[in-house]
């Protein structure tokens, strides 16, 4: 069981038909357009709905930034690579993480990706950030509606998606190929690595193509949020933001 928390998350869980055992309110919670929605949902399907003090649902979702809402949902069934493969729309658009462990960066990640119809995002094991309520709730329910897979090595899963025809692309701050001078219109993996620490040295040996985005500040780089969707709305540029 999975417990969301925050309006967008639990609203997205529901518009994807996500079957839940309960939604919890805070007392007194003042009525607001997505919080109808969660209720229309709810009682449409007969999940039930519970009101509680804010106290009380601080504590379920373990946080004060609820905004007065969470809900108790199975599990998603888990995918597999090849699953994720096989239902992939051409020309696929993947997103693959390495070592990112912050979940406001998986979250806002998975929102950008989602944004731009990405067919889904592939995470390591070990060293990576789990897809919590934290990361769901960064994310405004993206992650409701993008497939995400988790893979023991990371490596090998880009040998697997090199074999199917996909060209991986890493966002390296070095790189001496601009990210707006590669072609990205064919099928693609954007490959984007810890923030400080980059992509992991295997990671980066499995890429294709090494990118990086020009800064003329004094910053010297983007966080990995920032920069993934850089990259992400450049392959929707060069693919004519075309509908998916």
């Known amino acids: 069981m999975d417990i969301l928390y925050g309006r967008n998350p639990v609203l997205e869980a529901l518009r994807a038909g996500r079957p839940a ?9 003042r009525p607001e357009a997505r919080l109808t929605e969660i209720l229309e949902h709810a009682e449409a399907r007969d999940i039930l709905i519970e009101e509680v003090s804010r106290q009380r649902l601080d504590d379920i979702a373990h946080t ?48 950008s990706a989602e944004a731009c119809g990405a067919d889904g995002i592939v995470v390591p094991r070990h060293h990576a950030a789990p897809l919590t309520a934290a990361a769901a709730k960064a994310s405004a329910g993206a992650t409701e509606h993008l497939p995400m897979v988790t893979v023991p090595n990371l490596s090998q899963a880009l040998e697997v998606i090199g074999a199917e025809g996909i060209w991986r692309v890493g966002l390296d701050a070095d790189a001496r190929d601009r990210y707006d001078s590669v072609n990205l219109a064919g099928p693609a993996a954007i490959v984007v690595g810890a923030e400080g620490a980059g992509m992991r040295r295997l990671t980066r040996e499995h890429c294709d193509v090494l990118v990086s985005i020009p800064m003329m500040g004094h910053v010297a780089s983007l966080n990995a949020g920032a920069a993934a969707a850089v990259l992400l709305f450049e392959v929707q540029r060069q693919r004519g933001f075309a509908p998916r």
Not at 80 to 90: G, S
Not at 99 to 110: E, F, L, R, Y
């Open 21 to 29: 055992r309960k939604i919890v309110v805070a007392s007194a919670i």
């Open 64 to 111: 004060e930034h609820h905004q007065g809402v969470a809900g108790y949902f199975h599990a998603r069934a888990a995918l597999t690579l090849h699953d994720l493969l096989d239902q992939a729309r051409p020309p696929a658009l993947l997103v693959v993480l390495d070592g990112i462990q912050d979940p406001q960066n998986v979250g806002a990640i998975a929102r």
